[in-house]
């Protein structure tokens, strides 16, 4: 950005600096590793994010029924406001959100000073910082599906159950929860591989520390940096190759289970 | 005896009518009542407030000596705590679940056994042995409904309430479960409120009617009197252009039936009916004559004398008293003119078998 008359000079200086260090960090710690091998598939990068992934959509899943579930349900009139935060990851860039999440993590932030205090360890640049940030980074990819599979539930079948004595969480686990078993899977899947895609989050939060918070996606972006593009290639291929086979089963196995066709069904025992 | 149920409550929506119940069914006396009215009526809404689906604005609702709804005391059971059966218009079966399973679904937290021999009793009770393993998907509309309604009784409810219970059948299925569902609400004794638009099903169902027009009950007692004695015109209009009376098949002969109604004897087609029944006739296939003894191929000739004649647009309504019974005929102004029918005209009812329409009354 060249610099505008009747800019402050601190300002353009205070930009230029919160931009600076990262991009040197990034370079600097591609420069200082080892040559590698042509076609090197960082393995334990890969690794990392399939355990970063499936740490991300299990805590979905523990969060987000819940949530989903009021979403779905509950006739308060702020409900809107919670949309939204919700789906806010969808639209804002990640460095965007990684920034405040940074913010909130680090020394100074709230939730990074109760961290410290309690535990005496820091969050940003760890891999429970990661997961934080992973975790609110996905979160609409696991909700949306799940409440939209919560409301499509027809009303009728809740207040049959009702009548018939179940309570909220009983009519939620024995006739909701069944109901949206396609929603449900497809909330996990979309988180794990949402997760396992993400790119900006991890390097404002979670740095390129090999092994800690090392992803996929950032030894990709490294290997491009220090033009090493057969690995890059490879790992890549690696990366989709894995994402496509996790989408796929997931349709596969939900074509088999949700049938629309009754007479395509199996016969009665 | 069983306990008595006390609704009065207003149910207010935003932009449309309020719905006025005022409705007292005494335990013991007749266990079915039918919520009768138009579409639109209101009936629905009083019997989602009556299972506690949907929360009044203003009133109460009071079972045998527990109160369900007092908005004075800001008091509501909901429906989960209410022991209430209910049928839904669409029967609302749990699609992931088979038959047995919905059945047994209202029975948790029992022992396995216990749960096991009642689901198996609901099931039998509704014809449905074999079926137990069948989701909803792989039954016909009938067996759904029979299914809906093991369902609301397996866990022995103190009260029913059935949403239009056949409407979502065809014809055949209709009436075939219609006199199966009587028999079952009857052999089951416990109270039950049964909301439908369909006079033969009011006729068929109930023991006692209460009768909705615009949000509010009009009248409310037992079944023939609302029939044959409409509380005022737009419950006469709402119940039906038909004349509606208690009769019992005494005979048959060569395809006819003879029933006896009030001491008057008809002939009607041979339906395969027996016992008491019901007499439906359209005012428009009554033919009134003057003196009769003329020939024709109608095969019931009725004395009466005229007791009121009301125009109505083109048409003119005249009732009848043949003996204890009433009818009504719709004839034209022309008609009405020539024959110089007026109050006290002695006339003959003329009524081809065919025009009259024989419902099962057990």
Known sequence: MPPRPGLPASLIIAARDARTPRQRRSRDDSRSRPARPALSVDVPALLLSLKLSAATAAILVALGLPLAAWLAFSPARWKPLVEAVVALPIVLP???????????????????RAVESLFGARLPFTFEGLLIASVL??????????????AAVDRSLLEAAASLGASRLGTFR???????????????????????????????????????????????????????????????????????????TTYALQRRTVSAWPLRSKPAS | MAASLEARFVRRFRGGPAIHADLVLPGGDGPVTVLFGPSGSGKTTV??????????????????????????????VPARRR???????????????????????????????????????ALALLKLEGLGARRPSELSGGQRQRVALARAIAPSPRLLLLDEPLSALDGPTREELRGELRALLLRLGVPA???????????????????????????????????????????????????????????????????????????AVDRGLGGDVW??????????????????????????RVTTVAPEGPLVRVTLACGEARLSA??????????????????????????????PRI
Request: overall charge negative; hydrophobic content about 50%.
């Open chain 1, 94 to 112: 990640p460095t965007v959100l990684g920034f405040y999440v940074l913010l909130l993590l680090g020394p100074h932030g709230p939730v990074g």
């Open chain 1, 137 to 150: 980074y996905s979160l609409p990819f696991a909700v949306q599906p799940f409440a939209a599979s919560f």
């Open chain 1, 174 to 248: 024995r006739v909701v929860l069944p109901l949206s078993r396609a929603g449900v899977i497809t909330g996990i899947v979309l988180s794990f591989a949402h997760t396992l895609g993400e790119f900006g989050v991890v390097l404002m939060i979670g740095g390129n520390i090999p092994g800690e918070t090392r992803t996929v996606s950032v030894a990709i972006y490294d290997h491009v940096q220090a033009l090493d593009y057969d690995s890059a290639g490879a790992t890549s291929l690696v990366l989709l190759a894995v994402s496509f086979a996790v989408l796929a």
């Open chain 2, 47 to 76: 019997l989602r407030a009556l299972a506690g689906l949907d929360r009044p604005e203003e009133g109460t609702i009071v079972h045998g000596d527990e109160t369900w709804l007092d908005t004075r005391l800001g008091l509501f």
């Open chain 2, 83 to 121: 022991h209430i059966g209910l049928l839904f218009q669409d029967y609302a079966l749990f699609p992931h679940l088979s038959a047995h399973e919905n059945v047994a679904f209202g029975l948790h937290g029992m022992p396995a056994a216990e749960r096991d021999r009642r689901t198996a009793a």
């Open chain 2, 193 to 267: 409120v049964v909301v439908t638009h369909d006079r033969i099903e009011a006729l068929a169902l109930g023991d006692r009617m209460a009768v909705m027009v615009d949000g509010r009950i009009r009248q409310h007692g037992r079944v023939a009197d609302v029939f044959e004695r409409p509380a005022d015109r737009e419950v006469a209009r709402c119940v039906g252009v038909e004349t509606v009376l208690a009769g019992r098949i005494v005979g048959a002969a060569e395809g006819l039936v003879t029933v006896e109604v009030h001491g008057l004897r008809l002939a």
């Open chain 2, 279 to 304: 007499v439906l006739l359209r005012a428009e296939d009554v033919v009134l004559e003057r003196g009769g003894g003329t020939r024709s191929s109608a095969r019931n000739h009725l004395p009466g």
């Open chain 2, 330 to 359: 719709l004839v034209t102004r022309a008609s009405c003119t020539e024959l110089a029918l007026e109050e006290g005209a002695e006339v003959f009812a003329v009524v081809k078998a065919p025009s009259l329409h024989l419902v």
